[in-house]
């Protein structure tokens, strides 16, 4: 295993390493005051992250207000981002939320229940969490009068099975289906209920929403308790092994790391027009198997990996890769970490943070 580092160091050289390997800034977000939900879990964490990096190093002067229902494990976890003075953090559930700051500019809803098990066992109340969370962040945001931007982080989930024979999923690939009675679809269509939402208040109360549809993601602050291929992996492989692979390794994947997914979110917040769509995730296809290799090779005693022969699909879909040219094209984002590096980054930050 290598030289261990700090987790906080590894979390500051991704940030100083994005702004200089990405040559635009988003200038829109100066002077922000935005308001986040879900700001304390994987993608909020890094939003702080990168705002930390906008002030400190191009004097950006945003603010942020956070709405979390979960701020006791934050505020162990995330000190240095609890003691900073441009964010105020309040510990409300969105669904009962009274009244946005009034001087708001932007909103990144990203607030989400998307805990397998709780839908598994409370579909009804899942569904409505999202849905409910959604509508009165909208019903709130009418109220304003300088907002710029709304950006709902939906899911690619929306786009439902996709033949088995596409390489990758645009923003107009709605030709998958969705089992509308099968329990795990339930997240799926929370989220096409969102966007439906959305569609709703951008055409009558005129709002300025957009959309981002993330994939799979890797990096630090993730937790490695989701049931994800990759999060598995790396869990297994820390423990020693073996690596289990549920398919036969032929199953295709990305995963975009989290310093790029958080700076996609702000530059889609900042440059996105009403009514756009932008995927968000990784282009670069891996399959389970060479992922599995990733994550192993970084052991000196490499864990032993385990296929399942006989099953080329992984919870019904084959290939889940996402199209990314429109947002590269629209708004000349792109990948900084390559699929390999992301595995070691954060291969290297939770032998630190959980396994060291």
Same mark, same amino acid.
């Given at each position: 295993?290598?030289?261990?580092? /700090?987790?906080?160091?590894?979390?500051?050289?991704?940030?100083? #390493?994005?702004?200089?390997?990405?040559?635009?800034?988003?200038?829109?977000?100066?002077?922000?005051?935005?308001?986040?939900?879900?700001?304390?879990?994987?993608?909020?964490?890094?939003?702080?992250?990168?705002?930390?990096?906008? #002030?400190? *190093?191009?004097?950006?002067?945003?603010?942020?207000?956070?709405?979390?229902?979960?701020?006791?494990?934050?505020?162990?976890?995330?000190?240095?981002?609890?003691?900073? /003075?441009?964010?105020?953090?309040?510990?409300?559930?969105?669904?009962?939320?009274?009244?946005?700051?009034?001087?708001?500019?932007?909103?990144?809803?990203?607030?989400?229940?998307?805990?397998?098990?709780?839908?598994?066992?409370?579909?009804?109340?899942?569904?409505?969490?999202?849905?409910?969370?959604?509508?009165?962040?909208?019903?709130?945001?009418?109220?304003?009068?300088?907002?710029?931007?709304?950006?709902?982080?939906?899911?690619?989930?929306? !786009?439902?099975? *996709?033949?088995?024979?596409?390489?990758?999923?645009?923003?107009?690939?709605?030709?998958?289906?969705?089992?509308? @009675?099968?329990?795990?679809?339930?997240?799926?269509?929370?989220?096409?209920?969102?966007?439906?939402?959305?569609?709703?208040?951008?055409?009558?109360?005129?709002?300025?929403?957009?959309?981002?549809?993330?994939?799979? @993601?890797?990096?630090?602050?993730?937790?490695?308790?989701?049931?994800?291929?990759?999060? #598995? @992996?790396?869990?297994?492989? @820390?423990?020693?092994?073996?690596?289990?692979?549920?398919?036969?390794?032929?199953?295709?994947?990305?995963?975009? !790391?989290?310093?790029?997914?958080?700076?996609?979110?702000?530059?889609?917040?900042? !440059?996105?027009?009403?009514?756009?769509?932008?995927?968000?995730?990784?282009?670069?296809?891996?399959?389970?198997?060479?992922?599995?290799?990733?994550?192993?090779? !970084?052991?000196?005693?490499?864990?032993?990996?385990?296929?399942?022969?006989?099953?080329?699909?992984?919870?019904?879909?084959?290939?889940?890769?996402?199209?990314?040219? /429109?947002?590269? /094209?629209?708004?000349?984002?792109?990948?900084?970490?390559?699929?390999?590096?992301?595995?070691?980054?954060?291969?290297?930050?939770?032998?630190?943070?959980?396994?060291?």
């Amino acid at each position: 295993m290598p030289s261990i580092k /700090k987790p906080i160091d590894i979390v500051k050289q991704d940030v100083l #390493n994005i702004f200089e390997m990405h040559s635009q800034l988003p200038e829109p977000l100066r002077n922000a005051h935005i308001f986040i939900t879900g700001g304390t879990g994987f993608l909020g964490s890094w939003l702080l992250e990168l705002i930390c990096g906008l #002030n400190d *190093q191009f004097d950006f002067k945003i603010k942020a207000t956070i709405a979390s229902r979960s701020m006791s494990k934050f505020i162990k976890s995330h000190p240095h981002l609890v003691a900073r /003075k441009e964010f105020t953090f309040q510990p409300n559930d969105v669904r009962n939320l009274i009244e946005l700051p009034h001087d708001t500019t932007h909103i990144i809803h990203a607030a989400a229940t998307s805990s397998r098990d709780f839908f598994a066992s409370f579909p009804t109340t899942a569904f409505e969490n999202n849905v409910d969370a959604t509508l009165q962040i909208f019903r709130r945001a009418v109220q304003l009068g300088s907002i710029q931007n709304i950006l709902l982080v939906s899911s690619s989930l929306v !786009y439902g099975k *996709q033949p088995d024979d596409a390489l990758s999923i645009a923003e107009d690939s709605f030709g998958g289906v969705i089992n509308p @009675f099968d329990t795990n679809s339930v997240y799926a269509e929370s989220k096409r209920a969102c966007e439906a939402a959305a569609a709703a208040f951008l055409t009558e109360m005129k709002l300025p929403i957009s959309i981002a549809r993330p994939f799979s @993601f890797i990096g630090p602050y993730q937790s490695l308790d989701l049931p994800w291929a990759i999060t #598995n @992996f790396m869990q297994e492989a @820390f423990k020693g092994g073996p690596i289990n692979i549920m398919t036969d390794g032929s199953v295709v994947r990305s995963a975009m !790391y989290a310093s790029d997914f958080a700076n996609w979110i702000l530059h889609i917040t900042a !440059y996105a027009q009403p009514r756009a769509v932008y995927n968000v995730g990784s282009p670069e296809p891996v399959n389970l198997l060479s992922l599995a290799k990733m994550i192993s090779s !970084y052991f000196k005693d490499e864990p032993k990996i385990i296929t399942s022969s006989g099953n080329n699909t992984l919870g019904g879909r084959r290939n889940v890769v996402p199209n990314v040219s /429109k947002a590269q /094209k629209e708004l000349q984002l792109k990948i900084t970490v390559n699929m390999e590096e992301a595995v070691r980054r954060s291969m290297e930050w939770h032998s630190t943070n959980q396994y060291h």
